[in-house]
């Protein structure tokens, strides 16, 4: 009887294997479909002109709250818009180079970038059809509305069911990600979409969804239309947050282990639909325009991570990204919102026992799916900040989720007696001094740079070395002018301290991602104030080097004359440093800092301590 019960999981298993393979072909053929009918289609060149004027006058970086344009990248402004990229999917759906349909779907060119052909660019199917008949004003206005309806329907559905205090977790949910910006710019529609469209149709139908694990198909089916849309812009929402409600608003009483498994499964299966979409683009592309994709996409997904520095690098980059991207959230309007739930939660906490809830565990770790995307991706979500710290959409919705679970049944969870309401006094004691030494690890950047000014060139044929004195312990990453027109070979960068070697980098001209003034991601840790020597090598490359160095009053304080070859210069060699010092964040920002550890620790506690028992009834 035990072999026949085997026998019945290892079946049930491979035909629920075989049915996600299923949905994945049938996606991949529909996106190929698709992409490939958008392009036989015709472009008004009226609306793309008009369009293209659009972005041309607002700029590449605009704040939508203010009505002027402006440069604002790697602002930590929440409202920033992303014309840049918005201009590259404007110029791909609007292409008109001529050609077979289906080779030009899997080139996905752009006049402006060229060929971006790792990607889907799926969007394509939408605009293309739609600019027709709109301009990128008309759409942006019609972007607006079908966001409104969505979340007002989606408010609708979650308060017909579960009252004011869920309404408003969705709402806050919803203004974190700057509603304006959203509907304005397309590179943060798709997810947008995704997320809450996913979310409404999961909770509409969720009994359905429910039946023999439906779910699970539901999310390969998001994976794949996250992956088809977006260019990684902030796409664990699209998992995270309809996840999220629909353990929220499920009324079975499953233990916690049943709740992390639901997790876990939905987790390997939007995974499964993302990657598995993505890696079919390159396997399509590749055959249709017969050179290798794979070796495009494999380093990009190499850039992203930051994986070609050294593991140490990746995790002190991984922490500093945790924090970078947090920080968006330390803007006046959106720390108002967090730190008063979080003092309503403490002030309810005072008053009555928590309720228990075995859904605990699996919204913790929901919660700190974010964390795990930024140091994973560390190198992609720092350099685009501005609009990658959307992702922790997902974690304010899993905590937030924490305090509503927490208070669910609070009118029937009696009053707190004095042993009680002490150790909820300690565990906040407790929380508030980790928060405290949490803070001291925070650290802020300092950019300096001499690379404004103008500059001359002299060739260089061993080495290159000069004089380096930091301003602050810790060097996060460096840029430097250098010029070679080999894509073979590299850079040596070392930094020594008297006679001993104490840091050596790499770059490869191959990753150098083209231009002469180039980025190295060092996290160099040194003492402020001595004076160390950096030399500079390059070796195996089949292209003269030059070394581009400041001319005039344009000078760092930090670096010495540069040395080629052992001859003076009389400049400096063209750099940029961005350092983290913790003496560096402002008092208001530590303490925000101090309020979001203290939510994280509580919300630990609520975990183990109100989340270890079935569900209250």
């Known amino acids: 009887m035990a072999l026949q019960d ?117 969007y394509v199917a939408v605009l293309r059809p739609l600019f027709f008949f709109l301009d990128f004003s008309e759409l942006r206005t019609l972007n607006g509305a079908c966001q409104l309806l969505l979340v007002a329907l989606l408010i609708w559905l979650v308060g017909r069911e579960k009252g004011i205090r869920h309404m408003l977790a969705l709402l806050t949910s919803y203004i974190l990600l700057n509603p304006r910006t959203t509907a304005l710019g397309l590179q943060y529609t798709w997810v947008f979409y995704a997320a809450y469209g996913g979310t409404f149709i999961l909770l509409f139908k969720r009994k359905y969804f429910a039946e023999k694990d439906r779910y ?23 998992w995270g947050f309809p996840l ?78 945790i924090y970078v991207n947090w920080r968006h959230y330390s803007y006046n309007v959106y720390a108002v919102i967090l730190v008063c739930w979080l003092l309503w939660w403490i002030f309810c906490s005072l008053r009555k026992k928590w309720c228990k809830s075995s859904k605990a565990y699996a919204l913790f770790l929901i919660g700190i799916s974010s964390g795990v995307w930024y140091i994973v991706l560390s190198n992609h979500t720092i350099i685009h900040h501005f ?13 937030l989720a924490l305090v509503l679970e927490s208070t669910e049944h609070f009118r029937e969870s009696g009053k707190l007696g004095g042993r009680e309401r002490a150790g909820v006094f300690m565990l906040l004691g407790v929380s508030a001094a980790a928060a405290c030494i949490g803070v001291l690890f925070a650290k802020e950047d300092i950019s300096v740079t001499n690379g404004t000014g103008s500059f001359r060139q002299v060739q260089m044929e061993e080495k290159l070395e000069t004089e380096f004195v930091p301003s602050f312990n810790t060097v996060a990453d460096i840029h430097f002018g250098l010029e070679c027109e080999s894509t073979k070979g590299q850079y040596e960068i070392k930094l020594w301290e008297g006679d001993r070697l104490k840091y050596q980098n790499t770059l490869r001209l191959a990753d150098s991602r083209g231009g002469h003034y180039h980025e190295l991601i060092t996290w160099w840790v040194l003492k402020h104030g001595e004076t160390y020597l950096v030399t500079v090598e390059a070796s195996e490359t089949e292209a ?30 063209l750099m940029g440093a961005r350092y983290l010092d913790r003496h560096a964040v402002p008092r208001e920002r530590q303490i925000f800092l101090a309020l979001t550890w203290i939510g994280i620790f509580l919300a630990a506690g609520y975990t183990v301590l109100g989340g270890a028992r079935k569900e209250a009834q």
């Open 216 to 238: 699970v198909y539901f999310f390969i089916v998001l994976g794949m239309l996250t992956c088809y849309l977006d260019l990684l812009t902030f796409p664990l929402l699209a």
């Open 244 to 321: 999220v409600w629909w353990i929220l608003m499920q009324e079975e009483d499953k233990n916690a282990f049943e709740w992390v498994k639901g997790v876990v499964l939905s987790g390997v299966a939007w995974i499964f639909g993302y990657a598995g979409i993505w890696a079919a683009k390159w396997g399509i592309a590749t055959l249709v325009l017969r050179r290798n994709i794979f070796e495009t996409a494999v380093k990009e997904i190499f850039f992203c991570s930051g994986t070609t520095e050294t593991r140490t690098g990746n995790l002190a980059a991984g922490l500093n990204t």
């Open 544 to 573: 003269p080097v030059f070394v581009w160095l400041t001319e005039g009053d344009m000078i760092l304080p930090e670096l010495g004359e540069a040395f080629v070859d052992g001859a003076e210069t009389g400049g400096q060699m």
């Open 6 to 122: 085997k026998r019945n999981t290892v079946m049930l298993w491979g035909k629920n294997i075989g049915r996600a393979f299923l949905v994945l072909a049938a996606g991949i053929a529909a996106g190929t479909l698709l992409l490939t009918l958008a392009y036989m289609l015709p472009v008004n060149p009226e609306n793309r002109d008009k369009s293209y004027g659009i972005i041309e006058e607002e700029g590449w970086y605009p704040r939508t709250s203010i009505v002027s344009s402006g440069q604002h990248f790697q602002s930590y402004y929440p409202d920033v818009l992303d014309n840049f990229t918005d201009m590259i999917m404007l110029s791909t759906a609007l292409d008109e180079s001529e050609g077979n349909a289906l080779v030009r779907a899997m080139e996905t060119y752009s006049e402006f970038v060229g060929s971006y052909n790792h990607y889907w660019h799926g």
């Open 387 to 399: 609009f990658t710290h959307r992702i922790y959409g997902v974690s304010i919705a899993a905590f």
